[in-house]
């Protein structure tokens, strides 16, 4: 659970007045997440979640919100935000950023079958195309020049072994090139905690847009290969349904394995950056950033194709 920042019912029932959504009942906090504050809470006319950003930029969070409403209205099962009458997102709470937003039915599976997995790749699909109209999208804030520069940066930290498999990969991904790759704003984090499920099997929540911005839509792919597939039917069933709404190109198969590299990449060095350079909070989850480093070894000794 993360809470890095407390929130007194007073001063949140007074923040909720322009929304308009009824009195505050109550509200708790989420057992979940690492990157923001996030809290349940009910008011007179319903459930919402609370979100207090925790270190993202006005503009950068401007964004977010609108994605998430422009996906929402698109039909995706993505949360949307509401409004004060001046039209604003958000507002601050408690010295900081902070916005309402739907809260959304379902629960989170921890271990999918193929046909979750088939699912997730369509709505993948989906979110990439119906995100693809929305104007001045940022670039993804943890790309390439993320990678690199987080990297070098925790280099000087890790253990003599660590830190040759963390340079040579540095190395290795400073060469790719994916300019080639269909491009477009991606999720970037679209892991098995951030997807709820209704009862048909069907996702009922996007969630945790937060590190979403505008790249290769591949490495989406493989962010979701990376945390939804362990195996080769799952992964052939997320390929298949991604590639019914948007077929893969032949360059983004060539691209795959270094593409999947990085993805794996990138979650080890956020885990790596947690655990080393860890924020003060109330409540605050570490993952395990091994799992990704076991990942990525693996995929360096034995790189896979696309399936399909
Ligand atoms: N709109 C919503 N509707 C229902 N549940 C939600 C909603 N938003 C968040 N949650 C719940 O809160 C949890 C944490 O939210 P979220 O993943 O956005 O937090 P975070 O701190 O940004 O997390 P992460 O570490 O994944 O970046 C989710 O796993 C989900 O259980
Ligand atoms: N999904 C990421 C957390 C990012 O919020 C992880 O599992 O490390």
Same mark, same amino acid.
């Given at each position: 659970m993360s809470v890095y920042t407390l929130v007194g019912r007073d001063?949140?029932?007074a923040w909720l007045r322009p929304l308009a959504v009824g009195e505050l009942i109550e509200h708790a906090g989420i057992a979940a997440g690492m990157q923001n504050s996030n809290y349940f809470v009910t008011t007179a006319h319903g459930r919402f979640v609370l979100t207090l950003f925790e270190s993202i930029a006005p503009a950068t969070l401007a964004f977010y919100l609108r994605l998430q409403a422009h996906l929402a209205d698109a039909g995706l099962p993505c949360p949307h935000p509401y409004a004060d009458p001046q039209g604003n997102y958000w507002r601050m709470l408690c010295g900081k950023p902070a916005a309402l937003l739907s809260c959304l039915p379902g629960r989170a599976i921890?271990?999918?079958?193929?046909?979750? *997995?088939?699912a997730i790749g369509a709505a993948l699909a989906r979110l990439h195309l119906a995100a693809a109209g929305l104007a001045d999208a940022p670039a993804n804030p943890c790309g390439a020049a993320w990678r690199q520069a987080v990297g070098s940066s925790?280099? =000087?930290?890790?253990?003599?072994?660590?830190?040759?498999?963390?340079?040579d990969e540095l190395t290795f991904q400073s060469a790719q090139n994916w300019k080639a790759l269909p491009q477009g704003v991606?999720?970037? @984090?679209?892991?098995?905690?951030?997807?709820?499920?209704? @009862? *048909?099997?069907?996702?009922?929540g996007l969630l945790d847009f937060y590190f979403a911005g505008t790249d290769a839509w591949l490495f989406d792919l493989a962010v979701v290969a990376n945390d939804w597939c362990p195996d080769g039917e799952k992964l052939s069933a997320l390929c298949g349904g991604y590639g019914e709404i948007r077929p893969l190109? @032949?360059?983004?198969?060539? =691209?795959?394995?270094?593409?999947?590299?990085? =993805? =794996?990449?990138?979650?080890?060095?956020?885990?790596?950056?947690a655990r080393h350079r860890?924020?003060?909070?109330?409540?605050?989850t570490v993952k395990n950033p091994d799992d990704f480093r076991h990942l990525l070894e693996k995929f360096?000794?034995?790189?896979?194709?696309?399936p399909g």
């Open positions: 001063e949140l029932a921890e271990e999918p079958t193929a046909v979750h *997995c088939r925790l280099l =000087a930290a890790l253990s003599t072994d660590e830190a040759a498999l963390l340079a991606i999720h970037a @984090d679209l892991f098995r905690d951030n997807v709820l499920w209704d @009862d *048909c099997g069907q996702p009922s190109t @032949d360059g983004e198969r060539v =691209a795959w394995p270094a593409v999947r590299r990085a =993805a =794996a990449l990138r979650f080890w060095l956020l885990r790596l950056e860890p924020r003060a909070g109330e409540v605050v360096r000794l034995a790189p896979d194709a696309l």
